[in-house]
């Protein structure tokens, strides 16, 4: 859908703004509530967007220490800003226009005039799991291992 970012690059970024300045979206749901989607929340915020931010896993920032996330967690609530956390995403609902409207969740569902899709990326290292290459802790290939 039209509507739908993902963030990867600057020029992903300038797409977002330059759909903000010209469509004036009202509501924001934002998938993912890692760094960049923590990042995404404070600068639609500004802008005057009704955030909300819906994470799959327990909490925000999850490679943090608790204690920042839980910093991070009331900073959100105290601007307003809607977290939902454990939920997971199960499609888009949208209009005859191709542009998304609904959010749909395990959860429920939340009315979006723009959704940024801030998962993250996992690496694709099967090739490589196939030929034997020692994989890291969080499963990417460790530099140190190819050469």
């Known amino acids: ?11 992903d970024g300038l797409t977002i703004k330059q759909y ?9 749901v934002i998938v ?8 995404m929340c404070e600068s639609l915020h ?6 909300t931010v819906v994470e799959k896993m327990d909490r925000v920032l999850g490679t943090m ?6 910093v991070v ?6 601007k307003g800003i809607k977290l939902f956390k454990g939920t997971s995403v199960e499609g888009f609902e949208g209009d005859e226009a191709g542009l998304v409207k609904k959010v749909l969740t395990d959860q429920g569902e939340f ?3 723009l959704v940024l899709l801030a998962v993250g990326v996992r ?20 530099s140190r291992e190819c050469g």
């Open 20 to 28: 903000i300045d010209k469509e004036r979206p009202k509501r924001a």
């Open 1 to 11: 859908m039209k509507n739908i970012f993902t963030i990867r690059t600057l020029n």
């Open 123 to 142: 690496p694709n290292t099967d090739l490589a799991q196939e030929a034997g290459i020692e994989l890291g802790a969080r499963g990417a290939i460790d």
């Open 32 to 39: 993912g509530g890692g760094y960049i989607g923590m990042e």
């Open 65 to 70: 220490d608790q204690e920042i996330t839980n």
């Open 46 to 51: 500004k802008r005057g967007l009704e955030v």
């Open 111 to 113: 009315d979006a005039d």
């Open 73 to 78: 967690e009331e900073k959100l609530a105290a």
